[in-house]
């Protein structure tokens, strides 16, 4: 027996494009996921934006099909196909992901292949993510990524080492060291740290994160983002989300001397529909020079996440 049921997303942002109106209107995205007997899952997602008539076009559609090897081992693949405002094919990105349990690791391999216009491959990317549960308690996540370098070979192209650690029944902390390669240097370095805070208490949320970035042998501080999200019994939440960065004239100060700036506010909110479908808003602001939020213009997609 076939269980269905349909997601329905709606992101809000305001389009100043020519393809859409100058008033806020939302980009919306459904989807519908069927479970067969045998364990299979099928999904499609179907992504439409908005045009200057008031008509929406789709421009990306999604399929996946996830279903169990063996016990512990999942394997989901996903053709995804994105369209210009004419219809025609524009990009097709096909992904295989396979992710494998064990009592205390899970390790999530992904092989993404992009295809252009003119069917030639445009891109190729290869990640590996690996957890595992420390003695401690604690979680240690790599993240390795392979790309395509200009002769096409597969070659390193970033890697993250993730900790995190419950410190108390309503905090958790993670730090995440990122490691690239330098093109220049002709070597693999550590680029940026990222250190997140997130307090729990009953349906608040807070999380703040902080990234110092290696700007040559000096240690800065690059970004800064604090995020509330408020739930309800109900299911649904709101998050309201700040991000820093640092100012125009940043450039001409010493390394950490410069203060962070606001530089965009994202406001989503999430509803269970009494259909049985999900529904998300969500909009962007950008900080002008005078400190006042404007709202964000999305051009082809959207400023999606």
Sequence with gaps: MNKAKTIRAVILAAAT?????ESPIPLVEETRVSTNADGVIRAQTIERVPLKDGQYAPWRT??????E???GLTETVRNIVQTSLQGQ?????????????????????TTEITTN??????????IEETTQRQPDGSLLVRVAEQGRNVHGEMTFQQEQQRRIQTISPTDTQMETRIRSFDHLRGRIDETAVQTTRVHTEKEIIRAETITRRTVGDQDRLVGRSIS????KSDGSWQRETIEYGPGLYDRLTPPG??????????????????DGSHQRIREVFRCDL?????????GWAGDQP
């Design 17 to 21: 494009t020519a393809w859409a109106n």
């Design 62 to 67: 999604t399929h996946s099909v996830t279903r």
């Design 69 to 71: 090897i063996k016990p």
């Design 89 to 109: 094919p524009a990009q097709t990105i096909q992904s295989t992901q396979t992710r494998e349990k064990t009592a205390d690791t899970e390790i999530l391999r």
């Design 117 to 126: 216009a003119f069917g030639k491959v445009a891109d190729v990317r290869i």
């Design 228 to 231: 509330t999200e408020t739930r």
């Design 257 to 274: 001397s410069g203060e962070l700036q606001p530089k965009r506010k994202i406001i989503e909110r999430y509803t269970q529909q009494p």
């Design 290 to 298: 005078n400190g006042e939020w404007k709202p964000m213009p999305f």
